[in-house]
C-alpha cells in the first residue's frame, strides 16, 4: 500500500452558465485584457489517499467523482497522477 | 495573433485552513474511503485569449494570477497551456 496524491479538475461543462467564469472574464477585460475572449472555472481538487498502485488509485478518484465530487449532468471531470507521496505506508 | 487556451490551478497554501476540503474529505471517509488522507481544494480556471505565441500567454496568464486570479498572501497557482485553439485569428 503506497500513498498517492491524485489532481482531479471539475468543470462545467460548455454551454452550461459559469458566472464565476463570467465575472473574471469581464474583470479581465476591465483591467486591459482586451484579448481573453471566454473564461470558464471549476474546481481543482487535491486527494492524497492509500492505494495498492497508480492504476487503483485513479480507479477509486474515478468513482469518487462520479459519487461525490461531480455533478455528472452539469460537470465534466479530469483524473490526473500527481505522484507517490514520500513517508507512506505509515 | 492566435487564440490558445490556458489552465490556471490555483489551490491553497500548505498548512492554511481548507474548509471545503476538510468537508470534502470528511464526506469521502463517511462514503468508506477510509484511505483518503487530506484533501485540498483550489479552483482550475480556463482563459481562451489571443497571444503572439505560447509564450506570450502564458506570461500573460501568470499576470492575470498576480493581479486578480490568486491572493498572494494565501493561495499558490500554476499556468499551464492546453493548446491553440481552432478558428483563431478571427
Known amino acids: 500500500m503506497s500513498q498517492y496524491r491524485i489532481e482531479v479538475r471539475v468543470k462545467p461543462r460548455p454551454g452550461l452558465l459559469d458566472p ?44 469518487m467523482c462520479r459519487k461525490l465530487l461531480a455533478n455528472p449532468v452539469t460537470e465534466d471531470f479530469e483524473v490526473t497522477m500527481v505522484g ?6 505509515s
Chains 1, 2 share one sequence.
Do not use: P
Not at 463570467?22 to 481543482?44: F, M, Y
Not at 507517490?84 to 505506508?89: D, K, N, S, T, Y
Open 20 to 63: 464565476q467564469g463570467k465575472a473574471i472574464h469581464h474583470s479581465l477585460n476591465s483591467l486591459g485584457w482586451e484579448g481573453v475572449h471566454d473564461v470558464r472555472v471549476g474546481k481543482a481538487i487535491y486527494i492524497d489517499l492509500d492505494a495498492a498502485d497508480e492504476a487503483a488509485a485513479l480507479e477509486a478518484a474515478g468513482v
Open 84 to 89: 507517490a507521496l514520500e513517508g507512506a505506508g
